[in-house]
Each structure stands twice: as C-alpha cells, then as structure tokens.
C-alpha cells in the first residue's frame, strides 16, 4: 500500500510542476517585437551612405523630444539595413526603421510578413546623384596646389558624351581636353588629364541610376555595351550585362564602405578640419564617378564643393545638381496612392520635356524612412512617430535643403503624416495592452489605467500635432507628453501565480495520499467492540 501512494504522490507531484512550467508561459507569451532584439532604449536605424550625413543631421536635432531613446544611425550597407529591417526569423529584426533609396523588393517584402513584420514608406525628401567631376580647368597649370576655383564647375555633358566616357567610343576619350568634350558651357577647354572612372564597390542606387541613364538612349546604350564587352575582354569588367544594377559593372577603381570611402581614395581630407586638401597631388585629378550629391557640398560641416557636371536634362538643358533643381524634377514626380502597404508612398521620376530647370529625372533618388507598422514597444512607436513629423516639420526639411537635397513636397508630407499617426496609434494600443498585462489583483481602477491615460494623452497630442503639421507644415516638434515606457520583458508575476497555484494543488493532493496511507498502516487492536466484531468476522 504505502508503495501504491507513494507512486500516485509523486505523479500529482511532477503533473503539478509540469504543468506551472508549461502552462505559465502560456498564459502570459507577448507577441514578438523588435525591442527583444534591438536595445530596448536605443531607436535603431540602419541604411546605406548616400543619405548618411543627412539622417544624422537630422537625429541629432531632434534627439531632446527623442528622450528617453538615444537615436542611432548606421551606415550598414543598404541590402544589408533592408536585411536586418525585414529580419532574420520570425519575430527577430535587428533595426527598427531603414533609411532606403528604393523599394524593397518582392522577397523582401515576403520575409518581412513571414517574420510578422508589416511596413510602411515615409518619403522625405528627394537627392540628385551627381557625377563628380575632378577635372581642372584651364588656370590650373600642373603646380603643386589646387583649390575649387581650379576646377570645371558644372561641365556641360549630353548622353552622347557620357555615352563615350563611360563605355568605348570611336576614337576613344584619352582626355578630358578632347573634342566635343568641353569645361564650360562657354566652350572653355579643360586641362587635358586622362579620365578614370571610379565608383562604390557597395551596391547603391546611385551605381543604378547611372546605368539606367545610360541605357535611356539607343546612342548612348550602344556606347556602354561596347565599353563593357571591351572591359571583359581585357579583364577591368565583372559583366557585359548593361541593366541597370546597384553592382557596378567595371572591376577598377571600386571602392567598398560608401560615398565617404570612395572620396577618401581620391583626395586628401583634413582629419581635423574636415576641409579638403590643396595639395594637387593628394587628388585623383581626372576621375570622375557617379556619387550622392549630398557629399558634394558641406557633409561634414565644413564646403567642400566638389566639381559636378551640368547633364543634360530631357527638355535639352544642362542642369548641375542642387537643392532647386532636385525641388524641380520632384515636381515632375508621381507619389503613389494604393491600399498594398508595398506599393504605397512611393515616388516614381519622370522626364518632363517642358522643365528647363529640373535635374535629369534618371539620376534622382526618393529617400524613404522604412517603418514598421507592428513590432514596436509602445515608446519606440511614440517617438518614431515623433520623428516622422520633425523630418517633414519646417526644421526638418531647411536641414535637407542644406545638403543639397530637394525637400518633400506637400502630398508627400501628408502621406508622411499618415504614417506617423499610425506609430501613433500603435504606441496607444501597446501602452494599454500592456497595462492591462501588468495590472495586479485588487488595485483600484485609477491605477489598472494610469498607463492607459498616459497613452491616450499622447496619442491625442500626437493627432493634434499631425493636423496642424499637415495644414501649417510645422514639424510638431516638442509637442509630446511623458512617454509611455513599453513593458520590456514578460511579466513574472502572472507567470508565477499560474504556476504557483498548481504546485499548491499538488500538495494538498500529497497531504490527503499521506492521511490515507497513515490510516491504512496503522495496527489492528485487540480487544473491545471493534477487535470482536473483527474476530467474529472471521
């Protein structure tokens, strides 16, 4: 008998525990979000190098209504940001927003839903890529120093001429002093140095925009596929495929880590004063390469104006890079309006005939912030909302504008706003859900709602500052409440009291097995009515 109880004890025992380490988790799992891989008090952003010193300007402005968080930004490589902003698993994101110059593409787009993550395209502004041109004019005459006025600013080149730089014409380009090749619009000559083409061994959509302005026309297609098929015979090409790619497609002069890199391998900055140096022979005089226009003026703080052609525009006009002419050719662009979350927000350039003053619309980049729409703890949301309307705010987009880029215009701003309110409302639901979560029994229904309140407030100052952004184009900037700290980890104290109340059941279980079998064992007596009745039983 005491054998029998023992088993039946200790089984109710182990089902007990088994049970409160089972079921617990259960009763209490939170859906995944990105604050479980991502440090919870840092918002992480993550993209390429074209929009680098811009997003950093702009992080760095907003960073006191950003607080609690501390704002980051990564130069990762722009496949690789999308990489981490899609994930890896099922709710596993290494970023919380990506910074992106394209559309992620259809496999992107699917591994961000099977990892649970829905998006959302906010356009923020607009950048030319330039083609950065090193090539002196002719006051230089081959000394020992150089300065921006040494140099053909705004050379003046057509299709056809880039057609001949960047692929193989008849006679082949062996200087930037040849015929029709010319270092002003006025037909100045420049100093005859030999061209190199550099470029970003990254994948950028600067590399791709240039290839799709190539392939744009029949002449100067023919020229790059000849140029190409020329390279791999001679062993300097990865590939004589001319579409338009984010690899480059020539083998010399490639330079891996991004716009900022690549400049460095061809002249000399000042560690120290982040100016340019005027010795002649830090510079690679003759390159030329397709690059962010952004890192041609001032990125660090300090002008640096490097020389830009003037390319040829689609109603004939050359046009340099610039803020004014980007704000030109994005009044030309279409912003698309649909209901697939993929598709939604995007802007597409296209080539205006009539535009005299627009950038050529091939060589224009859409700068998206990436963000998740899911995912985030309720502050990640909240001030990513917050940052959202300070990008698209006044202040926001005077930043942009003094890069160089063209600002967002107003349907973009409204889309954009759109976007933030749904962070909005994002971080209200995961405020109260979480309050809820944390509610302890007993406690008055002031306090079951504070968290709740608190989102609420913030939510309505959030609408607020959305509407009036929306009609005024203020930024809304400082006009948040206290934000609602996410609940960052799982609640212990459901997961214990579920497990906590099994493990009491199984000892009472144990108690009443071990008054049984005490009863059982205990000895017959001999004597009295009871030992009797037994005798006679017998």
Known sequence: MSNRAGGIRSRVVFLGLALGVVVAPVLGAPPPRAGAQTDSGTLVGEGGS???????????????????????????????????????????????????????????????KTNGRSFAYVPIAATPVAIATLVPNSSYLGGDTITSSNFCQGMPLTLTDLGDLYGLATPPVLNWGQSPLTCTSGGDMADPVAPALW???DPT??????????????????????????????????????????????????????????????LNINATTNAPDTNAHNWQLGAALPISSVWTGAPLG?????????????????????????????????????????????????????????????????????????????????????????????????DISGFGAAPAT???????????????????????????TTTTPGAS???????ATTAANTSA??????????????????????????????????????????????????RRLLRRTVAAMRPVPTSGRRARTRNEGR
């Open 461 to 510: 100052s959030t609408s607020t500052g959305d509407v009036a952004a929306a009609a005024t184009g203020n930024s809304g900037s400082g006009s948040q409440g206290g934000a609602v700290l996410a609940n960052t980890g799982l609640d212990p104290f459901p997961l214990v009291g579920a497990g906590a109340i099994l493990v009491v059941v199984a000892g009472l279980s144990r």
């Open 50 to 112: 074209a929009f680098q010193p811009v997003i950093e300007s702009l992080l760095g402005a907003d960073t006191t209504s950003l607080t609690p968080l501390n704002p980051a930004y990564t130069n990762v490589k722009l496949d690789n940001s999308i990489a981490d902003f899609v994930g890896s698993a099922p709710g596993q994101f290494d970023a919380d927003y990506a910074v992106t110059e394209r559309q992620l593409t259809a496999t992107e787009s699917n591994l961000a």
């Open 302 to 398: 300090v002008a640096w104006d490097l020389p830009t052609a003037a390319i040829q525009n689609a109603q004939g006009s050359f046009v340099a890079p610039s803020s004014a002419s980007a704000s030109a050719a994005e009044g030309d662009a279409t912003l698309a309006s649909t209901s697939d979350p993929t598709t939604n927000n995007l802007v597409t350039f296209t080539a205006s005939p009539t535009d005299a003053k627009a950038y050529n619309n091939y060589l224009m980049m859409p700068e998206y912030l990436v963000v998740p729409t899911n995912t985030l703890t309720a502050v990640k949301a909240t001030k990513l909302s917050q940052f959202i309307r300070f990008v698209l705010g006044p202040t926001g987009q005077k």
């Open 205 to 266: 959509v600067e590399n791709q925009a240039l290839m799709a302005l190539l392939d744009s026309t029949p002449t100067s297609k023919a020229l790059f596929d000849a140029g190409l098929k020329n390279a791999v015979n001679t062993n300097q090409g990865l590939t004589t495929d001319d579409r338009p790619s984010e690899h480059w497609p020539y083998a010399k002069n490639t330079i891996p880590g991004g716009d900022q890199p690549l400049i460095g391998k061809l």
């Open 410 to 436: 107003a349907a973009m701003v409204t889309a954009g706003l759109k976007v933030a309110a749904q962070l909005s409302a994002l971080g209200l639901s995961t405020a109260a859900a979480s309050s809820t």
């Open 445 to 451: 229904s002031s306090t079951k709602t504070t968290a």
């Open 199 to 201: 470029a970003n061994l």
